[in-house]
């Protein structure tokens, strides 16, 4: 087939985790969302992580009409957590019948973070009571902190279940999760020549318990393809994806796509 007869193709694809409220994109928001659309990333997910970022938060999700998602994260869970959860209760509250409004989190339990263990695991109770309560999916943050995780989960069995945000673990712990009705969130970490384990995940793993992230800026990639972590790195992903499956790079896309819209009812 000649370059003249090639269909245009502009595949559709959605960031399920990136920080676009950010500082770190203060200085060429306007122009990165410009360069998203022209490769076909459609939307971003804005999670929420804390009480001081929550203004910011919704200001860029209106003013770029991105979905988001409300909750305190693990690294922001303090001393001062009462009243971190009421301020979520009030806005969740406000924002109930926000239709872009489509997730609790992010939230969870991050072993290698110096905030109070016992304060994590009860803010991270509450918010999974709250998305058992909204019928939300929910956004999990889990760093070493999976045997302790997976109790929480199979007695809250939320029915609309989650994704497991930045995913770096086994085939086997994949399935648990999975099991459970969570999505593994697959980001930047699959692009590293030394993820081994994360890629023999990806080859076993059905495509339809996967969405993609980049959680920008942080979990930036050791790819020397990547000077930055924005959403433009998602076709890196997809790629990658798409080789360690064995399956088109088209295919893949529409997948990732179709689990992203089903999974936060989009």
Known sequence: ????TKPNYLPKIIDSHAHLDFPEFDVDRDVL????KKVGIQTVIIPGVSPEHWDKQHQIATQYSCPYALGIHPWFSDKQFPNALSELDKRINDSVHDPRFVAIGECGLDKLHKSDWEVQILVLE???MLAESLNLPVILHVVKAHNEIMPLLKRYKLA???VIHGF???IELATEYVKLGYKLGIGGLILNSDARKLKDCITKIPTNSIIIETDSPAMSPKSSLVKRNTPLILPLIIDEIAKLQKKSSVLITERMFDNAMQLFDL
Do not use: T
Not at 1 to 4: R, T
Not at 33 to 36: A, G, L, R, T
């Open 168 to 170: 770096y673990g086994s």
């Open 160 to 162: 609309r279940g989650g």
């Open 33 to 36: 969302f410009q360069s998203m």
């Open 126 to 128: 509450h918010q999974l």
């Open 1 to 4: 087939m000649s370059e003249i």
